[in-house]
């Protein structure tokens, strides 16, 4: 998907509006599914990211195309056959980031001592 064709964040947060509580949402694993979770958990009871064997059940069809694997994704939804991924909560989301600018930091100070040695 060219980043011409591809949705902006702030777009998809001005669809999830029209979701309910009640509702929800399976999506593929693209790029940056955890993005588009963190816009659309506040807004529907559950948003699952499907998994690489869950998508197996996509794939095996012989027209692939964004419609066709949607219609899957929400039938294995309402089956109850998608495992889906683990999505960190905010307190997970925040150490993360916390321990990639640590791990960021001590690269960079060894690279300082190595240079001045």
Do not use: Y
């Amino acid at each position: 998907m060219s980043a011409k064709s591809r949705p902006r964040l702030s777009s998809l947060a001005f669809s999830a509006e029209s979701l309910r509580p009640d509702d929800r949402v399976a999506l593929e694993a693209t790029t940056n599914p955890l993005a588009i979770a963190r816009i659309l958990e506040p807004r529907v009871a559950r948003v699952v990211v499907a998994t690489r064997r869950d998508l197996e059940a996509i794939a095996r069809p012989k027209a692939k195309t964004d419609r066709l694997d949607a219609r899957m994704l929400a039938r294995l939804l309402a089956a109850a056959l998608l495992a889906g991924s683990w999505l960190p909560d905010e307190a997970n989301r925040e150490q993360r980031r916390r321990l990639a600018r640590r791990a960021q930091l001590v690269r960079l100070r060894t690279r300082a001592r190595s240079t001045r040695e």
